[in-house]
């Protein structure tokens, strides 16, 4: 395999040919967040934080599925990128009901210490109607509250690629948008027995292992 | 400069049924040349040459595109005729379609030899379910003819989804997945349809190939301006006496459309490209339709003085609400949160800080959405913002004026 | 491209016929069933909720049952400003119902849908397959009388 020199953040970088520019960037410690991207999943580019300015690009490019090519002239965290994967999280988090401040899974909410971390101002964006679903507690080793689901699919991903079950699908479009079971229906011990992988994979705590009886919080 | 017809040459002239009539004017002579005078790469070269872009809107080089997959070395390479015309306002697939599909077959035959594709898909959006038959009975008798030898086509449709006009959606409909975009790289000429070599090719862009192929590049570079060469399809619509579909050589003046051809009176403004075109006020109505200007995929909405700016802007996001795939979070939560915003603007609950949050929000759509929906989405409102911000201005002070007389203030 | 990711495309070769399938069920039922949903995923090897994933996506697939006739106005600009608003009365007038509604007879459904690619015979609307464009009240009564 060949290398690609490429230069992030001012930086010169040397990375092995297929490398993504995330990959790259973590070759020098430079640390671009992610919501929707895990290594052990085929990347799904859907969350838009990782976004970077590549020089000459007409628009943003998703570090975690962009491939580094020789010569890339890259910022991670340039004006445009930063006021962008601002917005993308405000928007994230207007689009949620609930108490996210009292709940007892906020520490687990990886949106959440993003947007701390990117110190947004006062919430600019509102949504018609937040998503609301009831919580489903059916299932013993998987409790899900789909109010949190930020739509990031990593737990499609887990339970296809590396439980290879296939619970879950995505149905509806648009804002409707939701992770399902069959036919939208809750969660139960007929369709998932025991593996809890996916709650591993969720980066908001919308999945999580039910505090009875799932053993350690 | 009057009508220019080189795609319309056959409409309304000949039996769309019979593929004799087709052959009896100059009918599948650009394919019988392109098969027996030139290389595959030799056509590839023509249509680069020629200068033809992208008809159904984005406008990239076709000549480039079909470079790219000619050079993949691969065991399946892909055709696909976008037959997806969603765009609103957007009708001049659907007349080439219905007046002369054989253009379209013959183009598609000879894109399929000069890509090596040895099988092409028509994607026909499920609204255009009434035109299969007539497009069918044109591959057969196309295929009797012996001219699709070496060639499959399937049409395959839709089930109503305005995403699926967009190509990696397209691709994932396909392959019987909701229509959602896909990132890029990879482009599709390198890994498209199953990973493989896939061109996607608007219908008009494919019913150029044959004059191109006939009359050659030079003919063809002869008409237009520098960065836009040959004629295109305009679908007209709205506040016009003579709505239809017109064809000009690129680079002429919107006014001549608009005004001379479709008969508009005391023009607002017109929207060129669908429900993300660009908006061109009264005052700039000279402006030339061409790749530099504006244009996209030839729909154009013309609205006259009686029209209100933010009704328009609310009904357009509504429509791209709606639509977007929702993989995305730029494009899912940013159109619902502009509709938000757009919504309160027109029902009279409009806060000075709106039009602001909306710059924001276009800005973050247009930067980091996956495709050219989210992307493009926020143009209307921008376009509207900077000719029309009185109409905006003017709606959040009568708000503010309103909740005072109800004590909200 | 990663090995894994090659594999995820070849395998789904054969699953090019979901969408075409849910259309035929959508035809012949008039929906699309669960049972046919649940079939399909299991011929296919698919979740099932990736099949009503399909069948939610697109909006001519649906899982409630739709009259004999669907009727469907185009709300896009161009029929708006051809006065969209005062077929869609007309509709409702007609046959007694709203827009997401079924005759309770079952011979109607009535939707609003999204451009249609008739804005040049606007306003306009699409009766099952078929194109109505250039309507008035009057037209309207006429085309849904005919609807046996």
């Known amino acids: 395999m060949s290398d690609v020199k490429v230069r992030i953040d001012g930086r010169e970088v040397t990375a092995h040919e297929g490398m993504t520019i995330l990959e790259a960037a973590r070759l020098v410690d430079i640390e671009i967040p992610t919501l929707c991207h895990s290594p052990d999943l085929i990347p799904s580019g859907n ?77 600019r964006f509102l949504m018609r109607k937040p998503r609301w679903y009831p919580i489903e507690e059916a299932n013993p080793y998987v409790r899900r509250d789909m109010s949190k689901c930020i739509l990031c699919r990593k737990c499609i991903g887990a339970c296809q690629e590396i439980a290879k079950k296939n619970v879950y699908g995505i149905a509806y479009r648009g804002f409707a948008s939701k992770v399902v079971v069959d036919f939208d229906d809750p969660l139960t011990t007929e369709v998932c027995r025991d593996c809890g992988i996916c709650i591993d994979y969720c980066p908001t705590g919308a999945l999580s292992k039910p505090a009875k009886r799932g053993g350690v919080q | 400069m009057p009508e220019k017809r080189i795609l319309l040459k056959n409409c309304g002239i000949i039996d769309p049924r019979d593929i004799n009539a087709y052959v009896a004017h100059d009918g599948f002579k650009a394919w019988e040349k392109a098969r027996h005078a030139l290389t595959p790469d030799e056509v590839v070269a023509e249509i680069d040459t020629s200068g033809l872009r992208g008809r159904g809107g984005a406008g990239f080089p076709c000549g480039l595109k079909w470079k790219l997959a000619r050079q993949e070395a ?20 659907r007349h080439l379609l219905q007046h002369d599909p054989f253009s379209l077959i013959e183009g598609i035959a000879i894109a399929a030899y000069a890509i090596g594709a040895q099988k092409a898909y028509i994607y026909l959006r ?24 070496e060639l499959n086509i399937t049409i395959q449709e839709g089930a109503g989804a305005y995403i699926c006009g967009e190509e990696s959606a397209l691709m994932d409909s396909i392959e ?43 003919w063809f570079r002869e008409i237009g301006t520098a960065q836009s060469k040959g004629t295109k399809l305009f679908s007209v619509s709205g506040d016009v006496a003579k709505p239809g579909v017109y064809e000009l050589a690129l680079g002429s003046p919107l006014k001549e459309l608009v005004v001379d051809l479709a008969g508009a009176q005391d023009i607002k403004m017109v929207q060129v490209g669908g429900a993300t075109g660009g908006i061109i006020p009264a005052s700039m109505i000279t402006t030339p339709l061409a790749y ?44 619902e949160a502009m509709m938000e915003i757009i919504g309160r603007l027109t029902t009279g609950d409009g806060k000075q800080e709106d039009i602001q949050a909306i710059e924001d929000l276009s800005q973050t759509m247009m930067l980091s959405s996956l495709c050219g929906l989210g992307q493009a989405a926020s143009i209307p409102v921008l376009d509207t913002l900077k000719y029309f911000r009185n109409d905006y201005e003017n709606r959040i002070r009568q708000s503010v004026f309103l909740r005072s007389l109800r004590g909200q203030l | 491209m990663n090995t894994l990711q090659e594999q995820t495309l070849l395998s789904r070769r054969e699953q090019a016929s979901l969408l075409a399938k849910l ?49 469907r106005i185009c709300k896009s600009i161009p029929c708006c400003m051809q006065n969209a608003a005062m077929i869609i009365d007309s509709v409702a007038a007609e046959i007694g119902i709203t827009p997401g509604q079924n005759t309770a007879d079952g011979r109607f459904s009535f ?23 250039h309507l008035s009240p009057g037209k309207i009564a006429e085309i849904l009388k005919a609807c046996k």
Request: one cysteine or more.
């Open chain 1, 47 to 123: 969350c838009r934080v990782c976004v970077v300015e590549i020089e000459g690009a007409r628009t943003l490019a998703g570090a975690c599925h962009t491939p580094a090519a020789d010569g890339m002239v890259i910022q991670t965290r340039s004006p445009k990128v930063l006021t962008s994967r601002r917005a993308t999280v405000e928007l994230l988090m207007a689009g949620h009901t609930g108490e996210c401040v009292t709940d007892v899974h906020t520490d687990q909410c990886d949106l959440r210490k993003l947007a701390d971390h990117l110190e947004g101002g006062a919430p």
């Open chain 2, 74 to 93: 691969a065991d399946e390479k892909f055709l696909i005729c976008n037959a997806d015309e969603g765009e609103v306002g957007a009708f001049k697939d």
């Open chain 2, 126 to 149: 499920a609204e255009y379910h009434y035109l299969s038959a007539g497009l069918k009975n044109a591959i057969d008798q196309t295929r009797q003819k012996g001219c699709l030898e």
């Open chain 2, 176 to 218: 019987g997945k909701r229509g959602e975009a896909r990132f890029r790289p990879p482009f599709p000429p390198s890994q498209g349809l199953w990973g493989k070599p896939t061109i996607i090719n608007n219908v008009e862009t494919l019913a150029n190939i044959p004059p191109i192929i006939l009359n050659g590049s030079q």
């Open chain 2, 292 to 335: 530099e200007t504006v244009l996209g995929s030839g729909a154009v909405t013309v609205f006259d003085a009686s029209r209100e700016v933010l009704d328009f802007v609310y009904r357009t996001m509504e429509f791209l609400a709606e639509e977007s795939c929702g993989k995305c979070t730029p494009c899912r939560e940013g159109t």
């Open chain 3, 23 to 71: 259309k035929e069920a959508q035809k012949e039922f008039g929906y699309v069933p669960r049972e046919f949903m649940a079939e399909t995923a299991r011929a296919l090897g698919l979740p099932i909720g990736a099949v009503y994933g399909m069948t939610t996506f697109y909006s001519f697939l649906s899982t409630r049952p739709l009259g004999k006739y669907v009727i």
């Open chain 3, 111 to 133: 939707e609003l849908t999204n451009c249609i690619g008739a804005c040049d015979m606007a306003p306009a609307m699409l009766l099952n397959d078929e194109l109505h464009g």
